[in-house]
Protein backbone atom coordinates (compact mmCIF):
# COMPACT_ATOMS: atom_id res chain seq x y z
CA UNK A 1 0.00 0.00 0.00
CA UNK A 2 1.76 3.47 -0.91
CA UNK A 3 2.50 6.05 2.12
CA UNK A 4 -0.36 8.47 2.37
CA UNK A 5 1.17 10.40 5.04
CA UNK A 6 -2.09 10.16 7.12
CA UNK A 7 -3.99 11.12 4.72
CA UNK A 8 -6.20 8.61 5.36
CA UNK A 9 -10.32 8.54 5.05
CA UNK A 10 -12.62 7.04 7.58
CA UNK A 11 -13.98 3.76 6.91
CA UNK A 12 -12.23 1.53 4.22
CA UNK A 13 -11.40 4.80 1.77
CA UNK A 14 -8.15 6.36 1.37
CA UNK A 15 -8.11 9.63 -0.57
CA UNK A 16 -6.11 10.12 -3.57
CA UNK A 17 -2.55 12.20 -3.21
CA UNK A 18 -2.35 14.62 -6.06
CA UNK A 19 0.51 15.61 -7.56
CA UNK A 20 1.44 19.50 -6.89
CA UNK A 21 -0.55 22.17 -8.92
CA UNK A 22 -2.79 19.04 -10.44
CA UNK A 23 -6.17 20.14 -9.50
CA UNK A 24 -9.15 17.60 -8.74
CA UNK A 25 -12.65 17.65 -9.51
CA UNK A 26 -15.16 17.02 -6.67
CA UNK A 27 -18.43 16.33 -6.66
CA UNK A 28 -20.18 17.27 -3.49
CA UNK A 29 -20.57 14.00 -1.86
CA UNK A 30 -16.41 13.68 -2.59
CA UNK A 31 -16.15 16.99 -1.09
CA UNK A 32 -18.39 15.96 1.67
CA UNK A 33 -15.98 12.86 2.41
CA UNK A 34 -12.69 14.71 2.17
CA UNK A 35 -13.49 17.71 4.23
CA UNK A 36 -13.76 16.77 7.74
CA UNK A 37 -9.43 15.77 7.14
CA UNK A 38 -9.49 19.11 5.45
CA UNK A 39 -10.95 20.96 8.19
CA UNK A 40 -8.82 19.03 11.01
CA UNK A 41 -5.18 19.35 9.27
CA UNK A 42 -6.47 23.45 8.86
CA UNK A 43 -6.85 23.20 12.41
CA UNK A 44 -4.02 21.85 13.31
CA UNK A 45 -2.06 24.10 10.78
CA UNK A 46 -3.90 27.16 12.26
CA UNK A 47 -3.38 26.16 16.09
CA UNK A 48 -0.06 25.90 15.56
CA UNK A 49 0.89 29.12 14.01
CA UNK A 50 -1.20 31.46 17.20
CA UNK A 51 2.11 31.02 19.18
CA UNK A 52 3.97 31.95 16.06
CA UNK A 53 2.29 34.77 15.69
CA UNK A 54 1.94 35.85 19.06
CA UNK A 55 5.83 35.59 19.31
CA UNK A 56 6.21 38.01 16.25
CA UNK A 57 4.02 40.72 18.45
CA UNK A 58 6.24 40.16 21.10
CA UNK A 59 9.49 40.55 18.90
CA UNK A 60 8.74 43.41 17.12
CA UNK A 61 11.80 45.17 18.51
CA UNK A 62 14.21 42.22 18.23
CA UNK A 63 14.94 42.13 14.36
CA UNK A 64 16.63 38.20 14.92
CA UNK A 65 14.16 36.68 16.76
CA UNK A 66 11.12 38.42 14.15
CA UNK A 67 13.22 36.68 11.50
CA UNK A 68 12.92 33.18 12.87
CA UNK A 69 9.83 33.38 13.92
CA UNK A 70 8.85 34.57 10.31
CA UNK A 71 10.75 31.51 9.01
CA UNK A 72 8.64 29.21 11.29
CA UNK A 73 5.52 30.79 10.41
CA UNK A 74 6.25 30.60 6.57
CA UNK A 75 7.26 26.64 7.10
CA UNK A 76 3.92 25.80 8.67
CA UNK A 77 1.79 27.72 5.63
CA UNK A 78 3.47 26.44 3.73
CA UNK A 79 3.60 22.70 5.16
CA UNK A 80 -0.70 23.32 5.22
CA UNK A 81 -0.71 24.38 1.37
CA UNK A 82 1.17 21.59 0.28
CA UNK A 83 -1.12 19.28 2.26
CA UNK A 84 -4.42 20.58 0.69
CA UNK A 85 -2.93 20.60 -2.97
CA UNK A 86 -1.93 16.80 -2.54
CA UNK A 87 -5.57 16.56 -1.44
CA UNK A 88 -6.45 18.17 -5.06
CA UNK A 89 -8.32 21.12 -3.31
CA UNK A 90 -7.13 24.85 -4.26
CA UNK A 91 -5.79 27.08 -1.75
CA UNK A 92 -7.05 30.35 -2.36
CA UNK A 93 -5.99 32.07 0.36
CA UNK A 94 -4.68 31.85 4.33
CA UNK A 95 -6.92 28.87 6.07
CA UNK A 96 -9.11 29.26 2.81
CA UNK A 97 -9.76 26.71 0.10
CA UNK A 98 -11.99 25.71 -2.82
CA UNK A 99 -13.02 22.20 -4.16
CA UNK A 100 -13.46 22.52 -8.33
CA UNK A 101 -16.45 20.69 -9.08
CA UNK A 102 -16.00 21.78 -12.75
CA UNK A 103 -17.83 24.86 -13.35
CA UNK A 104 -16.89 26.37 -9.94
CA UNK A 105 -16.14 26.01 -6.29
CA UNK A 106 -16.93 24.54 -3.36
CA UNK A 107 -15.53 26.86 -0.88
CA UNK A 108 -14.46 26.77 2.93
CA UNK A 109 -12.68 28.81 5.43
CA UNK A 110 -11.74 28.02 8.87
CA UNK A 111 -13.19 28.23 11.22
CA UNK A 112 -16.26 27.16 9.75
CA UNK A 113 -18.09 24.04 10.59
CA UNK A 114 -19.58 22.80 6.92
CA UNK A 115 -18.43 23.20 3.32
CA UNK A 116 -21.65 25.27 2.33
CA UNK A 117 -20.40 28.02 -0.04
CA UNK A 118 -20.47 27.98 -3.74
CA UNK A 119 -18.73 30.35 -6.54
CA UNK A 120 -18.09 30.30 -10.15
CA UNK A 121 -14.58 29.97 -11.52
CA UNK A 122 -14.73 33.71 -12.55
CA UNK A 123 -15.92 34.81 -8.86
CA UNK A 124 -14.37 35.01 -5.83
CA UNK A 125 -14.98 34.58 -2.24
CA UNK A 126 -17.00 37.96 -1.97
CA UNK A 127 -19.78 36.22 -4.44
CA UNK A 128 -19.60 33.21 -3.01
CA UNK A 129 -23.50 32.12 -2.32
CA UNK A 130 -25.46 29.43 0.31
CA UNK A 131 -24.53 25.81 -1.34
CA UNK A 132 -28.24 24.80 -0.50
CA UNK A 133 -29.32 28.03 -2.56
CA UNK A 134 -26.98 26.90 -6.10
CA UNK A 135 -28.27 23.19 -5.71
CA UNK A 136 -32.18 24.39 -5.45
CA UNK A 137 -31.68 26.73 -8.34
CA UNK A 138 -29.25 25.18 -10.59
CA UNK A 139 -29.49 21.27 -10.10
CA UNK A 140 -25.78 21.10 -11.42
CA UNK A 141 -24.31 17.42 -11.77
CA UNK A 142 -22.25 17.60 -9.54
CA UNK A 143 -24.64 17.82 -6.79
CA UNK A 144 -26.98 14.40 -8.13
CA UNK A 145 -26.72 11.70 -6.12
CA UNK A 146 -26.08 13.38 -3.28
CA UNK A 147 -28.19 13.69 0.15
CA UNK A 148 -29.21 17.07 1.19
CA UNK A 149 -26.90 18.85 3.84
Given at each position: ????????G????V??I?????IR?????E???????????????????S?????????????????????????????????????G???????????D????????R??????GY???HE???G?????L?V?R??H????D?????
Amino acid sequence: MPETDGLHGHGDSVFAIQRPGQIRVFTLLEAQQIFPLVRNITAQAFDELSPVLESMRASMENHLLLQQQEIHYEEIVQRWINKMERLGVVVSGLWLVDFDTGDGYLCWRHPETVLGYYHGHEQGFGQRRPLLEVIREQHPGWADCTPMI
